[in-house]
């Protein structure tokens, strides 16, 4: 990495979290909520970029293969800040979710196996429990979003909200998301996380010992030894669990892959350096009530390569059976210096 690139990619990621912290929402009108109730069409731009700059012709990035990155615009003031990423079990169909409290739902379409564009897109809101849509930055930051039954985008969901820390409950039909349902319980020792560093993913665990089971780690809420602190919600044996950290790298979502291992989405920012990702692969049967997960690396990558701000995952399994990553990035909607990038891998063995 050259010392300007770096640099730039340092600056670039320092200017958006600054302007993230100016986009605070005041609270919706009557009006507003009635106008946001249901969804609407969206228009989005979808450029295919390459991953890897200085290797145009490269595929291969440590276990996984890259299948191809698309630059997502959209002319809309509520497209952006997507931090939660669902597909379904085919993978031409999506919902992603904003921490301004937006859903975005699209059909991905594919050229010979890559990506190539978002069609049919359409954007709404996320509603409280009292069927009202989500106003201000404390109620609406929704990070994470996974359905109960896999490889489908209806019937019931769980997202995961910081700031005001939660889990709800949501029945996803084809219109879109309806009000909240219930919020989920969470253990004591959760209402003690960092404003801004709460529940950051959430995965429902398709196999192992804790098969059912709701796995939820926040961004930042390290233990004495330094670990992520997480929770087994639900399942067989419900309780505290803890991740590894690695580099001081932060959690910033979570999925469960056909087979029931945890692929983790990280993020790393320094000054020196920009922002880096990481995905890491936890073993479904290491997944239990006490255990300190530490996992394999499959790819870490910073600024030499075409990133962001990393922060939503979905996995689903191709017509060979591989596990498809799928990410999405925050823009922190600063569409002048940051980007909204959706990429997909394989994991490769």
Known sequence: MTRGRANAGSWRVLAAL???????????TPS?????????AIKVGSERIL?????????????????????????SPDFGGFSGLALDRTGTQMLAIS????????????????????????????????????GGKVLAD???VVFASPGTLTGKAY?????????AEYKVTSAGFGAAIRNLKLPKRARSMSRNKGLEGIAMLRAGRSKGALLAFAEEYL???????????GGPAPGLVKLKRLRGFAVTDLASAGNGDVIILERRFRFSEGV?????????????????????????????????NMEGLAVHQDARGRDILTLISDNNFNTRLQRTLLMQFAIIE
């Not at 600054?18 to 609270?27: Q, R, V």
């Not at 507003?32 to 609407?40: D, I, L, T, V």
């Not at 990702?277 to 030499?304: N, Q």
């Open 51 to 75: 991953f890897d700059r200085d290797k145009p012709g490269r595929r291969r990035y440590g276990k996984l293969e890259w299948l191809g990155t698309l630059r997502l615009t959209s002319p």
């Open 223 to 233: 233990d004495g030894q330094g670990d992520h602190t997480g929770w087994l919600i």
């Open 99 to 134: 921490d301004q409290g937006r859903w975005l739902g699209a059909e991905i379409v594919y050229r010979e196996g890559r990506l190539e564009k978002l069609r049919n897109a359409r954007i709404g809101r996320l509603r409280g429990l009292d069927g009202k849509p989500l």
């Open 276 to 308: 880096k990702m990481r995905l890491r692969r936890v073993k479904a049967a290491e997944v239990k009530r006490g255990a300190l997960l530490g996992g394999e690396i499959l790819f870490e990558t910073g600024d030499l390569r075409e990133i962001d």
């Open 142 to 144: 929704s990070e994470s």
């Open 32 to 40: 507003e909520a009635r106008a946001h109730a249901k969804s609407s």
């Open 159 to 167: 997202v995961s909200f910081e700031r005001r820390h939660r889990i």
């Open 18 to 28: 600054c302007a993230a912290l100016a986009l605070w929402p005041a609270a919706s």
